[in-house]
């Protein structure tokens, strides 16, 4: 049994499709799990000062492992890996592996000493300042994350060259489980800290489980072999993708500084919001961007470029056949969804209205979040890292000007009433922090805009591909949307004995009524995208029940693929 599992886990997945597929079932088993650790937060800790804290801890062990982690990120190891034999990819991963090493302790060593003055230049007065002596506490124990990560990184670029998706994608999984015992185990004992502690073991348990795989591989030994000319390969190749990804945590640290200003609380609704967006975001943009990535590379490495711009097309309609419809559904059902997943204990009926305000807002810039995920794949895939550097950086700088033009508009008296009302806010204390969530999508949606205008310019036939795909899936968004408000209205007076089962059950309804008439309109017009994925879980389905109840083994003997 336990065999048969590792062969399951280690299977290659070929197909964008099942791959995608494969990675969006994982994605959501692991958001799933954050969703549970984010309960647990609210129930805890509500909108608090703690949870400011706790979240701030995170930002210099964030950039510190987009610096470093860039350097052994899948997408510049896979490229390199794909141009070596077996016993040279043997010598170059023991080459990155002691460069890495070497460059992430230094890094933290100076993190760890310089941590105070960022710190405290960072957040210079307010609710998170008061508690400097306990963020620096933190950043300190959160700083074994990025060193732990980066090493699971250089394994995750073998398990995805071997196109080992499944296994590649059950890290976050486990990495959410060591963050749910940091709560529920550490938090009683050892306070704030404890939870720190629950996220480095989460960071162990995603290295962890990748190493029986490479091992089988050979892959997991001492070092033996360095040579200063390949690392400096990586580090050169890498240094673009590390500042576009550092701008991303530029931007954020950013907000969490304009947050620190907003007033107690205003960090975490942000939190909250934000990682309730980034759900659908990695579920559809991260999927198809990691499951196309391999197949971009091969097709760049052997000069097939109108086979290149195809791929990536492809997986930019499935984004667009999946984004915009949960778009429209998440709009309408955006407070059921926060007061499902996070009413409970201190987390109170204002928390409640200002992430879900929040959440309406960040989650118009699904479709433009899931596309700046997919096309810096395709350039670095094309060697052309330094262009999503540039764009990033507009990005980020957009996001933090636009986010203060917000914060100072919000307190304009002719200005917040109109949001308030459109926001349904009225009479809710902290409507300023919805500020920073429209300085992050506004800049996002422009930014995809002209990065999908650029990519097409520079490749060409990108956007005449998605046209119609576009127009398809906008009229299965606004039926979606529609068909799920209307049943939310009909469901209104319908209440059962609790009231989390009443508006579980109202979202539920309307969930199902709303996607089964999307996947209708897309049914009418003959989507190409939903006859694949119905060809594709059929078939799937089919040859899963052969295997398992015809042969009562996961695998024939004939093929190792998914």
């Keep these: 049994m336990i065999v048969q599992t590792f062969r399951f886990l280690s299977a290659e997945v070929r197909s964008l499709h099942a791959a995608a597929y494969i990675l969006a079932v994982c994605t959501l088993s692991s958001s799933i799990i954050a969703m549970v650790r984010d309960r647990l937060l609210a129930h805890t800790f509500g909108a608090s000062v703690q949870l400011d804290v706790f979240t701030a801890a995170f930002r210099i062990p964030d950039l510190l492992f987009v610096l470093l982690g860039a350097v052994v990120s899948v997408y510049v190891l896979i490229p390199q890996l794909a141009k070596r034999s077996e016993e040279e990819q043997h010598a170059y991963l023991d080459t990155v592996a002691i460069g890495f090493c070497v460059l992430s302790i230094v890094a933290s060593i100076a993190a760890w000493v310089w941590a105070p003055v960022i710190l405290s230049h960072m957040y210079p007065s307010g609710h998170v300042a008061d508690a400097l002596t306990t963020l620096i506490h933190l950043t300190r124990i959160l700083l074994l994350q990025p060193i732990i990560l980066g090493f699971s990184n250089i394994c995750a670029a073998i398990t995805q060259s071997r196109h080992r998706f499944l296994l590649y994608s059950l890290s976050p999984v486990v990495y959410g489980l060591g963050a749910i015992i940091g709560i529920v185990l550490f938090y009683p004992h050892f306070g704030l800290s404890g939870m720190a502690w629950g996220v480095v073991l989460g960071a162990c348990f995603h290295l962890c489980i990748q190493i029986p795989s490479i091992a089988k591989d050979g892959f997991v030994r001492v070092p033996r072999h360095f040579a200063w000319k390949p690392l400096w390969e990586t580090v050169s190749v890498s240094l673009p993708r590390a500042g576009a990804l550092s701008m991303n945590q530029v931007s954020l640290f950013g907000l969490a500084s304009i947050a620190g200003s907003l007033g107690p609380g205003a960090l975490s609704v942000f939190y909250f919001a934000s990682r309730l967006a980034d759900v659908p975001t990695a579920i559809v943009g991260a999927s198809y961007s990691v499951a196309a990535y391999p197949t971009l590379s091969a097709a760049i490495a052997q000069g097939k470029k109108e086979e290149f711009v195809e791929h990536i097309a492809t997986a930019a309609r499935a984004i667009l056949f999946w984004s915009l419809p949960i778009t429209a559904l998440a709009i309408v059902l955006r407070a059921h969804i926060v007061r499902a997943i996070l009413g409970s204990g201190n987390f109170n009926w204002t928390d409640t209205r200002l992430t879900a305000a929040l959440l309406g807002i960040?989650?118009?810039?699904?479709?433009?979040?899931?596309?700046?995920?997919?096309?810096?794949?395709?350039?670095?895939?094309?060697?052309?890292?330094?262009?999503?550097?540039?764009?990033?950086?507009?990005?980020?700088?957009?996001?933090?000007?636009?986010?203060?033009?917000?914060?100072?508009?919000?307190?304009?008296?002719?200005?917040?009433?109109?949001?308030?009302?459109?926001?349904?806010?009225?009479?809710?204390?902290?409507?300023?922090?919805?500020?920073?969530?429209?300085?992050?999508?506004?800049?996002?949606?422009?930014?995809?805009?002209?990065?999908?205008?650029?990519?097409?310019?520079?490749?060409?036939?990108?956007?005449?591909?998605?046209?119609?795909?576009?127009?398809?899936?906008?009229?299965?968004?606004?039926?979606?949307?529609?068909?799920?408000?209307?049943?939310?209205?009909?469901?209104?007076?319908?209440?059962?004995?609790?009231?989390?089962?009443?508006?579980?059950?109202?979202?539920?309804?309307?969930?199902?009524?709303?996607?089964?008439?999307?996947?209708?309109?897309?049914?009418?017009?003959?989507?190409?995208?939903?006859?694949?994925?119905?060809?594709?879980?059929?078939?799937?389905?089919?040859?899963?029940?052969?295997?398992?109840?015809?042969?009562?083994?996961?695998?024939?003997?004939?093929?190792?693929?998914?």
Aim: charged share 10%.
């Design 362 to 562: 960040l989650i118009l810039a699904l479709t433009a979040q899931a596309f700046l995920l997919l096309l810096p794949r395709g350039y670095y895939a094309a060697g052309k890292s330094f262009i999503p550097f540039v764009f990033a950086t507009g990005i980020a700088v957009s996001t933090i000007a636009l986010a203060y033009l917000f914060s100072f508009l919000a307190h304009a008296p002719d200005v917040m009433p109109w949001v308030e009302y459109l926001l349904r806010l009225v009479d809710v204390p902290g409507t300023p922090v919805t500020a920073l969530a429209l300085g992050l999508s506004t800049a996002s949606i422009l930014g995809a805009l002209l990065f999908v205008s650029h990519f097409d310019r520079t490749f060409g036939g990108f956007i005449a591909r998605l046209e119609y795909a576009f127009v398809e899936a906008f009229l299965a968004a606004v039926v979606t949307g529609c068909v799920a408000y209307l049943s939310l209205t009909f469901l209104q007076p319908l209440t059962i004995m609790s009231t989390l089962g009443t508006i579980v059950l109202h979202m539920l309804v309307a969930s199902a009524a709303g996607i089964t008439s999307g996947a209708l309109i897309y049914h009418i017009l003959g989507n190409r995208e939903y006859q694949e994925m119905r060809i594709t879980v059929q078939d799937r389905l089919w040859r899963m029940g052969t295997r398992v109840l015809g042969n009562r083994v996961l695998f024939t003997a004939e093929s190792n693929e998914l």
